[in-house]
């Protein structure tokens, strides 16, 4: 694994880093792509 970034500026760069690795959690994933509305036969 890399070293998480330090320092004064370091912000923008982890913000970057999480908004990455988010879509490796499942239910984030299924939010995002809408998957639970597509898979519902009733639209709900």
């Given at each position: 694994?890399?070293?998480?970034p330090l320092g004064l500026f370091a912000g923008r760069v982890l913000v970057a880093k999480r908004k990455r690795q988010r879509w490796a959690i499942s239910t984030y994933k299924r939010r995002k792509l809408g998957i639970d509305k597509k898979?519902?036969?009733l639209g709900g």
């Amino acid at each position: 694994m890399t070293k998480s970034p330090l320092g004064l500026f370091a912000g923008r760069v982890l913000v970057a880093k999480r908004k990455r690795q988010r879509w490796a959690i499942s239910t984030y994933k299924r939010r995002k792509l809408g998957i639970d509305k597509k898979a519902d036969p009733l639209g709900g």
